[in-house]
Nanobody, 121 residues
Framework: QVQLVESGGGLVQAGGSLRLSCAAS????????MAWYRQPPGKQRELVAS???????NYAEYVEGRFTISRDNAKNTVYLQMSSLKPEDTAVYYC???????????????WGQGTQVTVSS
């Protein structure tokens, strides 16, 4: 069974940095799209950044220039380097990936369990 496991969240002061990781495991044939979403307290989940299989990236306006998404295809892992963090970046961060499952040979949308990022002022 395919799983996404995030790590790297925590508490950081404003202006600090954190690096999130998300590793996919299981019977994986290929991974196309990978992304990070976040859900601030009391708000809906929103897209933070995404990267395609051809390394084309896209960022939400509110993180452009501060966050960097990257992927290591050999490790089936996507990263989110977050710098110049602000209190408004506080949220649960979720990994998302479109994976061709080796059991079903079909593309499925997978989510990680989420990791808390808290930025103090």
């Amino acid at each position: 069974q395919v799983q996404l496991v995030e790590s790297g969240g925590g508490l950081v002061q404003a202006g600090g940095s954190l690096r999130l990781s998300c590793a996919a495991s299981g019977r994986i044939l290929s991974i196309s799209y990978m992304a990070w979403y976040r859900q601030p307290p009391g708000k809906q989940r929103e897209l933070v950044a995404s990267v395609t299989g051809l390394d084309s990236t896209n960022y939400a306006e509110y993180v452009e220039g501060r966050f960097t998404i990257s992927r290591d295809n050999a490790k089936n892992t996507v990263y989110l380097q977050m710098s110049s963090l602000k209190p408004e970046d506080t949220a649960v961060y979720y990994c998302n990936a479109h994976i061709v499952d080796g059991s079903t040979y079909s593309v499925r949308n997978y989510w990680g369990q989420g990791t808390q990022v808290t930025v103090s002022s």
